[in-house]
């Protein structure tokens, strides 16, 4: 599959990067990382710019999370739980995988959507939530945008930094998906952490 990336970028340059990422977003099995660390490796045998590459890589990946958002909204629908939803069908997101989404999303919603753009499989998933609880859009869009232009700018540059061996990258992610779950939930916990005690805060001034 690497190679029907390289072929297709090469052939295709911004606008292959823009088509691979935005059916990944649909199709989670594929791995982004493969897509964004070939384009990063482009850009320093071709004459693809880093901010070309990203915007085409974020502008997929936003248009890729809006397609998710409105099947969420829409998920109850029995043709679209047909087309979707089960294993072997095109999201290959079975029940158990929709539960475990929905609960981290109802907990934290707005700050999962931000941070979760930033983990595998994740990354995509969590815009069926977004959708079936009807998050406002143009706060789903700029959080989705956020943090898709944060994980595909250093996506990317890893892939020009590592060149020849961009591949690299894939097998980090593989061996580290659960590493970047630990981080994230942590970064979660503190801004959580945070929060609370502002509100305490806020609260003892109103008493006072």
């Not at 959708?131 to 945008?145: A, D, P, V, W």
């Not at 970064?187 to 805060?201: D, G, Q, S």
């Amino acid at each position: 599959m690497d190679n029907l990336f390289l072929h297709f970028i090469e052939n295709y340059g911004n606008i292959g990067i823009f088509l691979l990422i935005f059916i990944e977003n649909l199709f989670p099995p594929i791995p982004s990382e493969a897509i964004l660390g070939i384009g990063g490796f482009f850009i320093s045998q071709t004459q693809l710019s880093f901010v070309s590459v990203l915007l085409s890589a974020t502008l997929g990946s936003i248009l890729g999370a809006i397609a998710l958002y409105y099947i969420g909204r829409y998920i109850n629908s029995p043709r679209i739980r047909n087309i979707f939803l089960g294993e072997g069908k095109l999201l290959r997101l079975g029940n158990d995988k929709l539960s475990k989404i929905k609960k981290i999303y109802v907990k934290h919603q707005k700050v999962s959507v931000f941070l979760l753009r930033m983990v595998p499989i994740f990354r995509s998933i969590i815009s069926i939530p977004a959708g079936m609880f009807r998050m406002n859009f143009l706060e789903f869009i700029l959080l989705t945008s956020l943090g898709s232009l944060i994980w595909n700018g250093i996506i990317i540059y890893a892939g020009m930094y590592l060149g020849e061996n961009w591949a690299f990258i894939e097998k980090i992610m593989k061996n580290y998906t659960y590493l970047i779950v630990i981080v994230v939930a942590l970064i979660l916990m503190v801004y959580l952490y945070k929060r609370r005690k502002e509100n305490k805060n806020s609260d003892k001034k109103i008493q006072d």
